[in-house]
């Protein structure tokens, strides 16, 4: 037995052909007002696929010639075959309206019923992907119908082209609500030699935070999550190596780290939280849990998610919760590519990158890619990462556009380390920035409860 789904019909509802015989009225009457009309109306904002042509009669007159008028479109459309009678056409037009201030209701109405009509579509594409003979994976589906309903609806009509005068005004509400403390520049991870350097991370960028392994990026990316649920804005972590149950117990050692003894030892162990607490250490825990949990922090954590998933599920993330303020993937080598793979694999590792940093742009807030740096670090003398270190490169570099590196003398010299007095110490490498200076910051690593502090024994 099979379920039919009829296609959506009533097309009335998405659709108002008077608006739409207005404005080319208007238009072809009023030649000047056509300025008004170019950039907020497009073809496909015409149902009828007479007035469509018209339309687009319309913007080819337009673009060659800068002005259009009454003769040349009926000149224009005379020579069209889909077009019979123009001339008869062209007359009830211009008898369609009352008077030119009909023409912006008019528009607001196309925009209105194109929108409708948009998602309708999308409804359509989706039950078609659901009913084919060859259906795609559940998962591809739901990421496939997301991608469909969210484009359909975040089409922005919002004008392009702004002027100097718009552009200042905006930086200047911006510089008030920063003297006023109302808002900051970007986002604060509440590190302050970081923050210093970045005067927060901004929305729309894609930061790397990339590091030879044990250096710490998880737990630093995971310390900023934290720093930032703690002031009510919401953090997504796609965790494409560890289960949310290993995230949850490091974010729990993280913030055990504050039960220190007068000796500088520690309450609560790592040995001790991984085997059997006593009471007392049961109930400091027990407040820590009681501390984490509103924060508003999700947890993906699906291995082999593709680009496209994880756009789904962010853009899902997204329309729940509004404020989302940063979004963290750990880590880049990890996201499975998105069909067949036999092209050069930097080039695919690129692709991934520069989607993702679309996303970021999308969801208007910065997204932290962790990233993995190749074994070419090891081979030579100094062991700091420098560009070229970036796995799979590609066009990291290029589409990044923060790249921070993690660095730590004790784990390559742990003797020089140890009569330096610099155990622990990591160098926060700010290697690029488009929007601020490189340059480095330093703080120390407690690993047995994967946190990081402030260091101030160093400050660039």
Not at 260 to 285: C, H
Not at 287 to 297: A, G, N, Q, T
Request: some cysteine; hydrophobic content about 40%; aromatic content about 8%.
């Amino acid at each position: 037995m099979s379920t039919t789904i009829e296609p959506v019909s009533g097309t009335f509802v998405a659709a108002d052909i008077e608006a739409e015989r207005r404005v080319l009225g208007i238009l072809i009457k009023h030649p000047e007002a056509v300025d008004t009309v170019m950039d907020r109306l497009r073809p496909e904002h015409f149902s009828d696929p007479l007035y469509r042509r018209i339309f687009e009669t319309i913007i080819d007159i337009y673009n060659s010639r800068g002005r259009i008028s009454y003769t040349q479109v009926y000149n224009q459309l005379r020579k069209d075959p889909s077009v019979s009678a123009p001339d008869q056409v062209l007359i009830g037009l211009t008898e369609s309206f009352v008077s030119q201030v009909e023409l912006e209701p008019s528009i607001e109405t196309l925009i209105d019923k194109q929108g409708r009509r948009a998602i309708l579509e999308a409804i359509q594409q989706i039950h078609n992907m659901i009913v084919s003979d060859q259906p795609e994976t559940l998962e591809a589906c739901r990421a496939k119908a997301q991608e469909l309903i969210f484009a359909a609806t975040q089409a922005s009509e919002e004008n392009e082209i702004k002027n100097l005068m718009e552009v200042l005004n905006k930086c200047y509400a911006r510089l008030l609500e920063r003297r006023e403390g109302k808002k900051p520049y970007g986002l604060a991870v509440r590190f302050p030699q970081v923050d210093m350097l970045t005067t927060g991370f901004k929305n729309k960028d894609l930061i790397i935070l990339a590091a030879r392994p044990s250096m710490g990026k998880t737990s630093l990316a995971l310390n900023f999550a934290v720093n930032v649920a703690k002031r009510r804005i919401p953090v997504l972590i796609f965790s494409l190596e560890m289960d949310d149950e290993q995230i949850g117990d490091r974010l729990v050692m993280g913030e055990l780290f504050r039960y220190r003894n007068p000796d500088g030892s520690f309450e609560i162990p790592w040995s001790a939280y991984a085997t059997r607490l006593d009471d007392e250490q049961f109930e400091k825990v027990g407040e820590v849990f009681s501390e984490l949990c509103p924060l508003p922090i999700y947890v993906i954590d699906k291995r082999g998610l593709t680009v496209n998933e994880i756009r789904a599920k962010a853009r899902k993330v997204k329309a729940e919760h509004p404020d989302l303020g940063l979004i963290i993937i750990d880590y880049l080598q990890l996201i499975k590519p998105h069909g067949p793979t036999n092209r050069n694999w930097a080039l695919v590792v690129g692709d991934i990158v520069r989607e993702l940093r679309d996303l970021a742009g999308e969801l208007d807030l910065p997204l932290i890619l962790l990233s993995q740096l190749n074994r070419g670090v090891e081979t030579r003398e100094n062991k700091k990462p420098v560009m070229s270190d970036l796995r799979d490169s590609g066009n990291i570099e290029e589409f990044a556009d923060v790249v921070m590196f993690l660095y730590r003398e004790d784990y390559y010299y742990p003797e020089k380390a140890r009569q330096e007095g610099t155990e622990g110490q990591v160098e926060v490498i700010f290697a690029k920035q488009r929007k601020g200076p490189t340059g480095s910051a330093y703080l120390k690593f407690i690993k047995e409860y994967t946190r990081f502090v402030e260091e101030t024994t160093h400050y660039e």
